[in-house]
């Protein structure tokens, strides 16, 4: 028997919660025994893959970047590429203003935060009903056809060998579905139930004033994942978006965009 609650917690929920995320997030260090800021935060927003830090010895910080994995093993994408220095800026940028947003008007930030929470979960709660009806009609067809096939073996149509093979075939088949029917129901019922926790997040916001550097502590501390874009070079310059999903409350859109023609001119 398990009671909750019964003895003072060593450390509040919210810090366990980013604590097991960073060990979930642990990378192995380069062979240059260093370890990228970003490793296992960063996510390829057309494959859904892990960017990876490259960096060599001759390499000077500026030069760092980031690629999609799948671009790295010659699977079907393309690099995503992104200089850890301008993955950095961005991303304390997008946190600047996030914030700033939630100490300046915390009550509009929270109703924003919720709004914006109630439109994802809408469109995954749809995603998950849509592809549970697919499976539970996919169950119920199972069910008739190792009716059949049982029917066929009593007649002696089906030796005993071949039955065995189609009937357990079948039933690892089905055991999955329901499997999957049973773990997309917790998310059509979470969905639906769902409170998003912005209170843990500005427990957080009010630890720090306006972060002026980005650390891996603060990073891992705000930020869930952060998601990369391909390059858009339709305009004639390269311009290239993020998003930054938070730890807790998950994207809030005011992500900036890299345009290397912006930065030339500027210089």
């Given amino acids: 028997m398990i009671i909750e609650n019964t003895h003072k917690a060593i450390m509040d929920p919210e810090t366990w919660e980013i604590v097991q ?10 062979k240059m025994g260093e370890m990228g800021m970003f490793s296992g ?37 393309s690099a995503h590429y992104i200089r850890a220095v301008v993955l950095e800026r961005l991303v304390l940028q997008n946190l600047q203003r996030v914030v ?4 300046e008007d ?11 929470k109630t439109a994802v979960q809408r469109a995954e709660q749809e995603q998950a009903k849509r592809t549970l009806e697919k499976q539970e009609r996919r169950i119920n067809e199972l069910d008739a056809i190792i009716q059949r096939i049982y029917e066929d073996h009593v007649m002696g149509k089906l030796n005993a060998e071949r039955f065995a ?13 329901k499997q999957s029917v049973k773990d997309l ?8 139930t769902q409170a998003v926790n912005i209170q843990s997040f500005l427990k957080i916001v009010k630890k720090y004033t306006e972060p002026t550097e980005l650390t891996p502590a603060i990073l891992r501390e705000f930020v869930e994942k952060v ?10 310059h390269r311009v290239q978006r993020i998003d930054v999903h938070y730890t807790f409350i998950g994207e809030i859109d005011l992500s900036p965009e890299y345009s290397k023609y912006e930065k030339e001119t500027a210089a």
Avoid at 21 to 30: G, L, S
Avoid at 51 to 75: D, I
Avoid at 227 to 236: E, I, L, T
């Fill in 106 to 116: 915390e009550d509009e930030f929270v109703r924003r935060v919720m709004e914006n």
């Fill in 165 to 177: 093979k189609l009937s357990e075939g079948y039933e690892m088949e089905q055991a999955d579905l």
């Fill in 21 to 30: 995320k960073a060990r979930e997030q642990r990378r192995r260090p380069t």
């Fill in 41 to 77: 935060l960063v996510y390829c927003a057309d494959c859904g893959a892990k960017l990876y830090h490259c960096r060599t010895a001759s390499w000077t910080h500026e030069q760092e970047c980031y690629t999609c994995a799948n671009y790295r093993n010659r699977k079907q994408c």
């Fill in 100 to 103: 700033a947003y939630a100490q």
């Fill in 227 to 236: 998601v990369v874009h391909a390059p858009d070079k339709s305009s004639g």
């Fill in 185 to 192: 129901q917790g998310i059509v019922n979470a969905a639906e």
